[in-house]
């Protein structure tokens, strides 16, 4: 018989261990480009290993899902998990570190894998979206507890290594929470062949959702990534900032289910680009108390696309199953990997030009990351005009 509470709670546990090696990893690197003498360079490059792992453990994951089942691929994430800790705390150096970070990001592609079609084939309906809303408030709300430990830890003198050895905590807890448990079987016939899946997945809907999935990405991981920087010279506090945008996602996906079953997924997404592009406007333009009230914004805009992008392919495109999942998740993180260095030359062409005008010191950096985040706005822009064709084409299609 399937536990479907139990399951549940162990992949919100596992889903916290991905959220502790994304907000721990990040704040014990200064520690790290000390110990080990890095560039900031290499400890980019260390970074990248995490975003390469996840995504490929996700579209290999969504490829097995069916003939392996989510449990074997709960064990690969649990030894992948516990490897990259291990080898993070026993590296070494540049090269160890290379390899753990990447162990890590696998363990997390496979939590995603596994996790998203599990919910979705234990749970139904609207219920399938609130408990999805639901498994993914545990990221900004990992985030949040994992930062804030880091912090603690490193104030107290704490070694970068206790703080790694933290995120074997909810490893533990989530392998003991799946051991021995009954998973759900595919609540959709012929889900099971990929055949099936990837004609599913050739169908306009499916690949307009694609292409959306790659801007509703980096309108959450673009700003998120770069206002720190930015906002630090704006008279606010990055950490505040960080804080309120991750624990308000928390919340709003917690709450999300009557949400959605009020306005459905598609005009949960348009909803959200609005006050996306709302958020990130005021980011561009707004200093002091006033970038708070922007991270409002921000968050009320990218709290619910990423779950509902994922709840909207299992839902209206079913038949393209667990694989369609995870590659809607997988361009994701592609997404995110591949726009942070165009970001970078924005900066850098809009620091180019605020030097020409004469402007140095905070104010030239504020401006310059003003500038690129107005640019930034054109995400969620597209998304408004690509969500509102969407709205009326799924009530037409209803209708119908």
Not at 10 to 28: K, Q
Not at 227 to 240: D, E, H, V
Not at 358 to 385: C, H, K, Y
Request: with cysteine; aromatic share 12%.
């Amino acid at each position: 018989m399937v536990n479907q509470s139990r399951l549940f709670l162990g992949s919100c546990f596992a889903l916290i261990t991905t959220a502790f090696s994304f907000s721990i990893r990040a704040g014990i690197l200064p520690q790290l480009g000390t110990d080990f003498n890095l560039t900031a360079e290499q400890l980019g490059f260390i970074n990248s290993m995490w975003f390469l792992g996840f995504p490929l453990a996700m579209i290999i994951g969504g490829l097995v899902y069916h003939s392996v089942g989510p449990k074997k691929i709960m064990m690969i994430a649990f030894v992948s998990h516990a490897l990259g800790i291990i080898l993070t705390i026993y590296s070494g150096g540049y090269t160890g570190l290379l390899i753990s970070t990447f162990f890590i990001g696998l363990g997390n592609g496979c939590t995603e894998a596994a996790c998203n079609p599990m919910i979705a084939d234990a749970y139904s309906g609207t219920d399938m979206s609130k408990m999805l809303n639901r498994f993914h408030m545990w990221f900004p709300g990992g985030i949040v507890i994992g930062s804030l430990l880091s912090k603690f830890m490193t104030d107290a003198g704490m070694s970068w290594q206790a703080q790694i050895w933290l995120i074997l905590i909810p490893t533990i807890i989530y392998a003991y929470l799946f051991w021995g448990q009954a998973f759900p079987k595919p609540k959709v016939e012929g889900v099971t062949s990929i055949g099936e899946n990837l004609k599913a997945m050739a169908t306009p809907l499916y690949i307009f959702m694609f292409l959306c999935m790659a801007l509703t990405a980096i309108s959450e991981f673009g700003p998120q990534q770069w206002t720190g920087l930015i906002m630090s010279k704006s008279g606010a506090s990055p950490m505040l900032i960080l804080a309120l945008v991750t624990g308000l996602m928390a919340v709003i996906r917690f709450f999300a289910g009557p949400i959605v079953e009020k306005f459905d997924q598609t005009g949960v997404l348009l909803g959200s680009s609005i006050f996306a592009a709302i958020g990130i406007y005021l980011f561009s333009t707004q200093t002091g108390s006033m970038a708070y009230v922007a991270a409002i914004f921000f968050a009320l805009g990218v709290a619910l696309f990423w779950p509902n992008m994922v709840g909207f392919v299992a839902e209206k495109v079913p038949l393209s199953g667990a694989l369609g999942m995870s590659i809607i998740g997988g361009v994701g993180m592609f997404s995110t990997a591949i726009f942070q260095p165009i970001i970078g030359s924005w900066i850098d062409d809009a620091r180019a030009q605020k030097t020409a005008e004469g402007l140095t010191g905070d104010a030239l950096e504020l401006a310059a990351g003003q500038a690129t985040l107005s640019t930034m706005v054109l995400f969620p822009a597209i998304l408004i005009v690509a969500f509102t064709g969407l709205y009326f084409f799924m009530k037409t299609r209803k209708t119908a």
